[in-house]
């Protein structure tokens, strides 16, 4: 995966670039402190790295020139054997390039990406019922919670998100 932006760089990352994503994560301690974990390590970035590939997804480093700015996981379509279905598992943001615009950037850039050979018609992600600030960045870029508080997996309590193409 390769997706070119205004001013940054998406591309697939695995374990080789482990480190550099423990670094991100570790500067995203404050969304982590929202969980059930609240500090990086290496294991969750592994564990992360092998869920995205359990669920055929496309775990990318968000590059700014040579420098590891973010990270965002995505399955492009047919998530839980759906054709026409997307979902956006992860978005985090380094601390330093937050606030600057970058993850409305990321979105835009993955949902083209998603939306390019036409047969996507809903995006679906989620988001920690305890993250206000991350709850209102969805619902500004036309998410729309669907359905009540979930328990997941890694015990973190969710909203589950959606966002209708139109058109679709």
């Known amino acids: 995966m390769l997706l070119q932006g205004d001013g940054f760089l998406i591309r697939s990352v695995d374990e080789n670039s482990a480190e550099a994503l423990l670094e991100v994560y570790r ?7 929202l969980g059930p974990v609240p ?5 969750m970035v592994l564990e992360d790295l092998k869920h ?6 496309d775990f990318c480093g968000i590059y ?9 996981d995505f399955v492009t379509d047919g998530f839980e054997g759906e054709p026409g279905v997307a979902f956006l598992s992860l ?11 970058l993850g409305c950037k990321v979105v835009e850039a993955v949902e083209a990406e998603i939306l390019r050979e036409g047969c ?6 989620g988001v920690q019922a305890n993250n206000g600030s991350a709850i209102h960045f969805w619902l500004r870029r036309g ?4 359905g ?8 973190t309590i969710c909203y589950s998100l959606r966002k209708d193409i139109s058109g679709r």
């Open 148 to 155: 009540g508080l979930e328990l997941m997996p890694d015990l």
């Open 52 to 57: 995205s590939r359990e669920m055929s997804g």
């Open 143 to 146: 998410y729309r919670i669907t």
């Open 27 to 33: 500067q995203c301690e404050d969304f982590l402190s």
């Open 120 to 125: 996507v018609r809903t995006i679906f992600s």
């Open 64 to 72: 700014i020139g040579e420098e590891l700015a973010g990270v965002v």
């Open 91 to 101: 978005l985090m943001i380094a601390g330093k390039h937050r606030g600057t615009g």
């Open 39 to 43: 500090k990086a390590s290496m294991a």
